[in-house]
């Protein structure tokens, strides 16, 4: 059972800066791939940003784009997603999701198989 663990949300002010984590457990993970998305209050879940296992290929929303960076950790089986210059509109749950064999990173939350339990992330402005 592939479990997903959340964390690094937090109250940070406008332009701040918070790294969230992602641990993975309960399969190997190599030919598959990980997208990190956010829900604000009475919004729909949106895509962020996903990453392959190899971290050879990484898409982003134009949203974040050059204010987050994802990437891989596969000795300890996490995903990080590094967002900077954040703005109130930032705020949101942000949930770690998995997409098992898949060699391409997918924008569609329908796609992921597993999903993470949220972590809060609020800007204040």
């Known amino acids: 059972q592939v479990m997903l663990v959340e964390s690094g949300g937090g109250l940070v002010q406008a332009g701040g800066s918070l790294r969230l984590s992602c641990v993975a457990s309960?399969?190997?993970?190599?030919?598959?791939?990980m997208g990190w998305f956010r829900q604000a209050p009475g919004k729909e879940r949106e895509f962020v940003a996903a990453?392959?296992?190899?971290?050879?290929?990484?898409y982003y929303a134009d949203s974040v784009k050059g204010r987050c960076t994802i990437s891989t950790e596969n000795a300890k089986n996490t995903v990080y997603l590094e967002m900077n210059s954040l703005k109130p509109e930032d705020t949101a749950v942000y949930y770690c999701?998995?997409?098992?064999?898949?060699?391409?990173?997918?924008?569609?939350?329908?796609?992921?198989?597993?999903w993470g339990q949220g972590t809060q992330v609020t800007v204040s402005s």
């Open positions: 999701a998995a997409d098992l064999n898949t060699f391409v990173p997918n924008r569609d939350a329908h796609e992921y198989n597993y």
């Open positions: 309960g399969r190997t993970f190599s030919r598959d791939a």
């Open positions: 990453i392959t296992w190899s971290g050879g290929i990484t």
